[in-house]
């Protein structure tokens, strides 16, 4: 350590000391910083840059400047959805394929299994960031599968629709709808639903309200259920949701229904 001291040309007993200090509050503030930056860019779709994720601070009444918010987002690896994004890469078609907006040229259905819409989130623990998916038929608003897991993936989505498949069975044609990220966009991703005798249907870019009842689901869940609870670790948090997701099919009122529950329209199409 005193050799290293000294090509650094400082002091052992300066290098403990600050070794020993608590962060300072600059730092404690890029931490907060941090969790509203990443809170933010999910819930705008992952569409807004430094600039917009800034602006959205300062309404928040958090004090940044846009370099902090943009050296904070490299950090938290966050950026908006349009970059890079559509940047030509040889090859990367064979990997990755999106699809036009099927649904909103479909008619508003009149019986379940007819349109199903799927997206995800983040929650918050005390282990980290936790990603939830959910696939939710359009008709009752009920949700008829999902998942958790600690990274972004196809895996991730695959596994909400995988358990969808295996608890109801879709009408032959059903369109699934989704917004354009890579994860729902996957090449092994559109032969699930393919096989499944699905169609895909994906929101336009940067356009949140064309999948607007999966947002408004994670907005319920959010409100009633993870901003009111800090999680401990992942394990509480799935169960906790998991336990409100049969709560929400079975008992809550919807008013996008006639302030029926999910399991209430269910049964009246039966």
């Known amino acids: 350590m005193r050799k290293l001291c000294d090509l650094l040309g400082v002091s052992r007993s300066g290098f403990y000391a600050w070794r020993a200090r608590e962060e300072s509050a600059r730092r404690q ?26 602006q959205a601070l300062r309404q928040k009444g958090l004090s940044c400047s846009v370099r902090r918010v943009s050296r904070l987002m490299k950090e938290s690896g966050v ?3 349009t970059k890079g994004l559509y940047v030509w890469n040889p090859g990367r078609h064979e990997f990755y394929t999106s699809a036009g907006n099927v649904l909103a040229e479909e008619e508003v259905p009149f019986r ?14 005390g282990s980290g960031w936790l990603y939830h998916a959910v696939v939710i038929d359009l008709y009752s608003r009920r949700v008829v599968g999902w998942s958790f897991g600690r990274r972004r993936n ?24 989704s917004d354009q990220g890579i994860e729902y966009a996957a090449h092994e ?12 249907s994906m929101s336009r870019k940067g356009t949140p309200l064309d999948n607007a009842t999966v947002e408004s689901f994670f907005h319920t869940l959010k409100a009633e259920l993870v901003h009111q609870h800090d999680f401990a670790n992942d394990i509480e948090a799935v ?5 409100y997701i049969e709560f929400y099919n079975r008992d809550r009122l919807h008013s996008g229904i006639g302030y029926q529950s999910p399991h209430q ?6």
């Open 29 to 54: 503030y890029d931490h907060e910083l941090k969790a509203a930056i990443v809170e933010l860019h999910q819930g705008f779709r992952r569409a807004y840059g430094a600039r917009r994720v800034h």
């Open 265 to 270: 329209a269910m049964l009246a199409c039966a």
């Open 239 to 243: 169960a906790r949701i998991v336990e």
């Open 189 to 200: 991703y559109r032969e699930l639903v393919a096989s499944a005798g699905m169609r895909r």
């Open 112 to 125: 379940e299994g007819m349109h199903w819409a799927g997206d995800f989130t983040y929650i918050r623990t």
């Open 154 to 177: 196809s895996e991730l989505t695959k596994s909400a629709l995988r358990m969808a498949l295996s608890r109801e069975r879709p009408r032959l044609g059903c369109v699934f709808h």
């Open 79 to 81: 950026s908006a959805s």
